[in-house]
Each structure stands twice: as C-alpha cells, then as structure tokens.
C-alpha cells in the first residue's frame, strides 16, 4: 500500500496518469510554468477532498499527501523552465520548493520517489552554494496555522508538522520583537538563506552549461544524471613568459627561471555532466 486508505489509493491511480502525460510535457517544452494538466490533477483534489471531508483522519491526510505530491512535479516542471530561461538564482529557490514536497510526500506515504530525488539531488551540485545563512529572532508566539494559539503553549492540541485531518500544523511567527543574530552554516534549516549572485555571473558556469545542452537540444531533461568531478591541467591566465634572468612576473622578486617558468599550466577543477535517463515510469511508480 503506498497509502494508508483505499479511496486514497484509488484516486493517486487516477492522477498517475496525468502525471506520466505531464512529465512528457516537461521534456518536450523544456520544462513547464503551468500546465492544465497539473489544474485539472489539483481540481480533481480539491473535489474529492469536499466529497470525503466528513471521513475518517486517515483518508483526508492521505488525499493532502497526493495534493504535495502533485505540487512536487508542478514544481518540477517550474524549476527546469528557470534554468532554461537562465534565471539560476530564482532556480535555486524553485529547487529547493521541490525538494521540500519531495521530501513531505516521502515522509508521510511510501509513494517512491527516489527516482527524482536522485536527480534533483544531484542538480543541487551544479549551484555554487556552500554556505548559508541562518537567523536568529525574538518573536512574540509562534501561531498555530490552525487553530490560531500559540504553538509552543499547552494550550494548543497540535504539534508542528503533524497532519491533522488534511492539515500540516506549522509555526507562524508573529511580531517580530527583534534579531538577534546572522550565522553562517554548511547546513541549513533553509538553504534558500544564500549570498545573491547575478544570473550572469561565473558563479553559474555549471548549471549555464546545462541550460545550453537543454536549450541546443543535446540533452533532455530526463536524461540530466549525475555530475563527473575530476582535476585537470589548463593554461594559466595570470602566466607571462620573461627573460629567464628578469625577476618573475608575479612580483616575488626571483628570478623568473627559479620561480614560475614552470607554471604555464595550472591545475583546475573539472565537471563532466553524464547522462542516466529517468524513465517516465521510474518517476511516477
């Protein structure tokens, strides 16, 4: 059972269809800012929810599982037209969107989706980020998204990130009193807390890349794997070829013969992007 209901499993069948159908749209169109197919999945939901909303805990929690679920590939479908579009920094935000419904649907049902999470975990390495920032705030209370009290006090029946009937329980923070301090981390509670580059900064030369083999059509996005890391020799840039005797270009004051005449080649870093297609039915079992 992937979930815990069979109402629950027969309408994820129903939308696994579409899914499938969408995930072709995706590779065709280079990703999707939108889709009807996508609208008619989340109105089907919607429908079924209403029908089902004096039913037992269990089904309501399930049919929101297949809503995050439906979010997660919409998200998909967004976070490759942004790096098709060269927009990387609002890519990242977007990856991090999807990997966060990724994540909530694993959590909750048995529904498979390593197929995608091998994949986006390994585009997460074509961004240059590696570390991030964190906050530290005094708030007033911590609202609970659902009945309105403060989360964090006895008086409140639910606990953060818990389904209740069809509802994640969450903290929303409620007048700011003050900050107390910046961090930065290598590992995050939110990784979309990052130093903001340009989208045509250098920075960006991996994911760049990527987005070129889309867009020229040499590389589907199904067929995006994982990366090659390796060292290899290139010319040096800063390199000027001088009397063997004249003092060394890079200002040491040696004699160019006893100090960088041998440094015409540097060492430096090297990515090969490898091809390891995602079949349709690997992503949407």
Not at 247 to 271: L, M, N, T, Y
Request: with cysteine; net charge negative; glycine share 6%.
């Amino acid at each position: 059972m992937r979930l815990r209901t069979l109402p629950a499993e027969s309408l994820y069948e129903e939308m696994r269809e579409s899914l499938r159908q969408f995930l072709s749209d995706v590779d065709l169109e280079i990703g999707l800012d939108g889709s009807t197919r996508i609208e008619g999945a989340r109105e089907r939901i919607a429908v079924f929810f209403a029908q089902n909303s004096d039913g037992p805990d269990e089904l309501l929690d399930d049919i929101y599982v297949i809503g995050r679920y439906v979010d997660l590939f919409a998200r998909y479908g967004e976070l490759w037209r942004l790096i098709a579009e060269e927009k990387f920094s609002a890519s990242w935000s977007k990856l991090q969107d999807t990997l966060d419904s990724l994540r909530l649907v694993r959590r909750f049902s048995n529904i498979n989706v390593s197929g995608l999470e091998e994949q986006l975990v390994e585009l997460e390495k074509t961004y240059p980020y590696n570390v991030f920032f964190s906050i530290g705030a005094l708030v007033e209370q911590f609202e609970c998204s659902i009945c309105g009290l403060d989360i964090d006090s006895f008086e409140c029946p639910h606990r953060k990130g818990q389904l209740y009937r069809g509802r994640m329980a969450v903290g929303i923070a409620r007048n700011l009193v003050s900050l107390d301090h910046v961090a930065m981390v290598d590992q995050p509670e939110d990784r979309r807390c990052v130093v903001t580059y340009e989208d045509t900064g250098e920075q960006f030369m991996v994911v760049r890349f990527l987005s070129r083999l889309l867009r020229e059509r040499s590389m589907s996005i199904s067929d995006f794997g994982f990366l090659l890391f390796s060292k290899r020799m290139k010319p040096n840039p800063g390199y000027k070829k001088v009397g063997r005797n004249a003092p060394c270009f890079c200002g040491s004051g040696i004699k160019f013969k006893r100090c960088c005449i041998a440094k015409s080649q540097i060492e430096g870093d090297h990515v090969d992007i490898t091809c390891r297609p995602l079949p349709i039915e690997r992503a949407v079992v």
